[in-house]
């Protein structure tokens, strides 16, 4: 097992089958991750639904920086981030305030890690990644966000992105629908992917974390996800996730993971996502 392949693992399988039937009246959550075509793997997730609590956690980043930089900030982000999820002791009890003030803290620990490993090791320098941090609570959703690492939504058949976009896609596909370009150059635009926001030990740019979480409802269906799965375009996400919800995560898993190797794309980037499912 490599270096990566140990910071990767998944650390929610339960232990006993009926405390996880008791869980799985709130959340249902299967973690993917994949290489792609690319030749080593920058994404790092992982995922936890605590035995006997009505908590769902997702922390996932996409380094940047090339191979072993990108690597290293993704690994270190994550597992500093679920280092402080695991001592901070949330629960259904804890106040909106709590839950943002502790996603807030864990962007700022995960930046100083990346810092200081830049200050320490001239070849990391230069690395970032991008962050995003889910948590559910009973019928509560929070998340914190930097980069274009998608949340979406999947509620009543119908597909949303939730959190923000910092990259330039955005400006790219409003720039189309102004008419001041080309959509097709737009889709295939060399500067879509350009980041406008990273945890890289410097000021962060752009965050996205609201204040008021987002009320979840029975069957709705959360995916987390690098932007690898954006190779697929959301009305496909979308049509995969119809199909299989009635089926639970890890069929829905299992399908996202299937149509993203059927496209057979030469440049398909790594791919790494959490599914969460509001059991009804």
Known sequence: MSHSERYLMQVHEPRFQQAEER????FDISTVINQGAREYQEDAILSEKPIGSDIGFVVLADGMGGHAAGDVASNLIVCEVMKGWLAAGLNKDSSNSEVVAFLHDSAERANKQIFEASRND???RGMGATLLILICIEDRAFWF??????????????LIQLNED???????????KLGMLDPDLARNHPDR???TSVIHGGDIAKIDCPSD?????????????????????????QEVVTRN????????ADALIRALIGLDDPDQDNIA???AKVCS
Request: charged share 20%; hydrophobic share 45%.
């Open 145 to 158: 966000s930097v980069g274009d690492s998608p949340l979406y939504l999947w509620r009543s058949g119908e």
């Open 122 to 124: 001239l070849n990391v």
């Open 273 to 275: 996502f959490s599914v």
């Open 166 to 176: 910092h990259s330039m896609a955005p400006q790219i596909d409003m720039m189309a």
């Open 245 to 252: 919800y009635e089926a639970g995560c890890d069929a829905i």
């Open 213 to 237: 979480p987002f009320q979840l409802l029975s069957d709705d269906v959360l995916i987390a996800a690098s932007d690898g799965l954006q190779f697929l375009e959301d009305k496909d996400i």
């Open 193 to 195: 992917n350009m980041l």
């Open 23 to 26: 869980l799985r009246d709130v």
